[in-house]
Nanobody
Framework: QVQLVESGGGLVQAGGSLRLSCNASGSIFRINAMGWYRQAPGKQRELVASIKGGGSTNYADSVKGRFTISRDNAKNTVYLQMNSLKPEDTAVYYC?????????????WGQGTQVTVSS
């Protein structure tokens, strides 16, 4: 099994920045792709960004140029640097990991961390 623990959420004003972290533990040898999803109240969960084992990345159009995903394999951690935050970025952010080489990881999930952007 793989356990994912997110951290770094919080309250920030519009235009500000936050960095989310997700640490993986357990059977980490199984992990290839990792990513971040978000779910706002009343909306479906959506993919924000993902990164495959080889380092290639994928972003939702709504966050391109503002968010950056990266991973530190030595620390079994994936990061999401969020800049120029907007109120519409407010959501619960979930870390995900997958055994497959996929742009939409969804084998394993973290518990989520709240991000709130005030206007």
């Amino acid at each position: 099994q793989v356990q994912l623990v997110e951290s770094g959420g919080g309250l920030v004003q519009a235009g500000g920045s936050l960095r989310l972290s997700c640490n993986a533990s357990g059977s980490i040898f199984r992990i290839n792709a990792m990513g971040w999803y978000r779910q706002a109240p009343g909306k479906q969960r959506e993919l924000v960004a993902s990164i495959k084992g080889g380092g290639s990345t994928n972003y939702a159009d709504s966050v391109k140029g503002r968010f950056t995903i990266s991973r530190d394999n030595a620390k079994n951690t994936v990061y999401l640097q969020m800049n120029s935050l907007k109120p519409e970025d407010t959501a619960v952010y979930y870390c995900a990991a997958d055994r497959r080489y996929t742009p939409k990881p969804n084998d394993y999930w973290g518990q989520g961390t709240q991000v709130t952007v005030s206007s």
